[in-house]
């Protein structure tokens, strides 16, 4: 009954969201063989993606079937994760390596453009699950005043979940040690899929405020 109340109320808002996962035999075939052939005794080499499944289902796909997390970054050159000073969701100071159970949400931190962009990132990830599966939900803002590139192609780390605790959010989690990342995917800029749907905010607003507006008010959004 509450992941039905959560399903229900979250349906209600003005989330950017994504259905349960649903696959073919065939899609899940080819998601085996790339797991089995890269990532299951993998060393942290980057390893090609030649399907035709968009690449956020197969990263989807291995962290729900394959106690897989993910961390996105613009640098594609990681060899190790150490610890650094950071602060979790819910604003407590930790020393920690951060890894996500969300592809989506990860892959908004690769793609966009760190190096360049100045503001702040105002986010949200919230999932539900249903009979189907884990349905996914996001908010994603940027600076309206940074008229700048956005975006750049980026890199997805995938790690083993069990070097990994909870952290702030349902899907944040946290290694105070250093760890060894399985393998990595590269990500463009346009497979993230919500690039078209990013709310712009001021920098002196309230993220609050905004958010509680945009779900509150704004026209509904959906994308899947």
């Known amino acids: 009954m509450h992941n039905v109340v959560r399903t229900y109320l979250l349906n209600r808002l003005n989330f950017l969201r994504m259905d349960e996962l649903e696959l073919t035999d065939k899609h899940e075939k080819e998601f085996e063989d790339l797991y089995e052939n890269y990532i299951l005794n993998g ?30 970054s613009n640098n594609p ?32 931190f690769a793609v ?15 999932t539900a699950q249903t009979d189907k599966g884990t349905k996914r939900y996001y908010y994603f803002s940027l600076n309206e005043e940074f008229t700048g590139e956005l975006w750049q192609v980026g890199m997805i780390y995938l790690f083993p979940k069990d070097r990994f605790e909870p952290g702030g959010a349902k899907n944040e989690w946290i290694s105070e040690k ?19 749907f990013i709310e712009r905010h001021r ?20 994308k899947r």
């Open 43 to 72: 060393v942290g080499d980057e390893f090609p993606y030649l399907l035709n499944e968009q690449k956020y289902k197969f990263l989807t796909y291995l962290i729900e079937n394959k106690n897989i997390l993910v961390h996105g």
């Open 77 to 108: 050159d990681i060899n190790v994760f150490e610890p650094r000073n950071s602060t979790l969701f819910t604003g407590e100071k930790v020393k920690a390596v951060f890894a996500s159970s969300d592809a989506t949400w990860s892959t908004f």
């Open 112 to 126: 966009i453009n760190r190096n360049d962009y100045s503001g702040s990132l105002r986010n949200l990830c919230l």
């Open 178 to 196: 250093e760890v060894y990342p399985l393998a990595k995917l590269l990500v463009s800029p346009e497979e993230f899929i919500f690039r078209d």
């Open 203 to 222: 920098e002196d607003s309230s993220h609050i405020r905004n958010l509680v507006k945009h779900l509150l008010l704004s026209k509904w959004k959906r």
